[in-house]
C-alpha cells in the first residue's frame, strides 16, 4: 500500500506528518510525506519556529511525485490540517489527478477544526469551505464529534443523534465516516468511544477515558484507521478494532511516562501488533 500524505511536519513532537508517517510505516505501508508546514514545534505551545510552505510550493513537490510515474501506484491520499485556503485547492487538485490516474484511489480527510472543549480554532474560512468543496470529494472522513455537527449543523450526542449526523454527512459524499470523541450522555463514566458508519452498518468501541490532551492522537488515528480499512477491503469492524487498540495502548504509555508530546516510536509494537482488548459493538 502507497499513501500520499498531505500534511504538517514539526521537527518536535509528533503531529501531522511527524505523528502520521512512522505508525503507517510500522505496519509496512509506504508513505510519501508532503509537508504544508515545516514547524520547529506544534502550536499548541503558543510559540513556534519555521516556515508555512506555499500552495505553489506544495503544489510542485506533488508535480515532482507524480513526474516519477507513480500516481498509478498510490492507494490512498490523506491530508489532515489545511492551515491555510490555497492548500484545499492542492489536495482537491491532487486526488483528481491521482484517481485519473488510479480510479480505485481513495481520499481521506481529517477534517481538523477544533473540539468540543475549545471549540473552533481555524482560520474562519476553513470551516466553509472544508464543508462546501473538501467534503464532497473524500471517501472517507474522519471528524471528531464537535466537527461532525460542525460540518453538518446538527448536534450529535446519542448513538441515534450521531448516526443521523453520519448519515447527512455521508450523503454529501464520503462513503466512510470514523467519529472519534463521541461522548454521548448515557455512556459509562469515565470512558470515551468512536463509531464508524459505511455502507455495511455502523460500529461503535468504548475505551477507558485517560484525563490528557495528546497532540497528534487524531492524525495517527486517523492514518491507522484509513490504512486497515483500506488494507482490509472495507471491514470496519476490524479497522476500528486495530485502530482503538493501538491508540489507546499509545496514549497509555504517553500519559504514564509524564510526558507532553506522543511516545510515538516507544509504542511502535501497538502498531504492529494491536492486543484489540476492546470489543466492538455493531449498532446498526
Not at 254 to 261: A, K, L, N
Request: glycine share 10%; charged share 20%; net charge negative.
Amino acid at each position: 500500500m502507497k499513501v500520499l500524505s498531505i500534511q504538517s511536519a514539526v521537527a518536535y513532537g509528533h503531529v501531522g506528518n511527524s505523528a502520521a508517517v512512522f505508525p503507517l510505516q510500522r505496519i509496512g505501508v509506504e508513505v510519501l510525506p508532503v509537508y504544508t508546514v515545516n514547524f520547529s514545534n506544534h502550536t499548541g505551545y503558543g510559540a513556534w519556529r519555521g516556515p508555512l510552505i506555499s500552495p505553489d510550493d506544495v503544489a510542485a513537490v506533488i508535480a515532482g511525485i507524480e513526474d516519477r510515474g507513480v500516481f498509478p501506484q498510490i492507494d490512498v491520499v490523506l491530508s489532515g490540517y489545511q492551515g491555510g485556503e490555497g492548500i484545499a485547492d492542492v489536495i482537491i487538485d491532487t486526488v483528481a489527478r491521482v484517481k485519473k490516474a488510479n480510479p480505485d484511489a481513495v481520499y481521506a480527510c481529517d477534517p481538523v477544526m477544533g473540539n468540543a472543549k475549545s471549540g473552533c480554532f481555524v482560520a474562519p474560512a476553513i470551516p466553509e469551505l472544508l464543508r462546501g468543496r473538501v467534503v464532497p470529494v473524500a471517501d472517507i472522513l474522519t471528524p471528531n464529534q464537535f466537527e461532525l455537527g460542525f460540518l453538518t449543523g446538527t448536534e450529535p450526542g446519542s448513538i441515534d443523534s450521531t448516526l443521523e449526523s453520519a448519515d447527512v454527512l455521508r450523503g454529501r459524499g464520503p462513503q466512510t465516516i470514523l467519529v472519534t470523541s463521541v461522548e454521548r450522555p448515557d455512556r459509562e463514566s469515565d470512558t470515551i468511544e468512536m463509531m464508524v458508519v459505511d455502507d455495511n452498518g455502523a460500529w461503535i468501541v468504548q475505551t477507558p477515558l485517560i484525563p490528557m490532551k495528546a497532540n497528534g492522537s487524531g492524525d495517527v488515528t486517523a492514518a491507522l484507521f484509513t490504512a486497515h480499512y483500506r488494507r482490509s477491503g472495507g471491514d470496519a469492524a476490524d479497522a476500528l478494532a486495530r485502530t482503538a487498540s493501538s491508540v489507546f495502548d499509545l496514549l497509555t504509555n504517553t500519559y504514564e511516562s509524564g510526558s507532553r508530546e506522543l511516545r510515538l516510536i516507544e509504542s511502535q509494537e501497538a502498531y504492529a501488533h494491536p492486543r484489540l482488548q476492546f470489543g466492538v459493538r455493531q449498532v446498526r
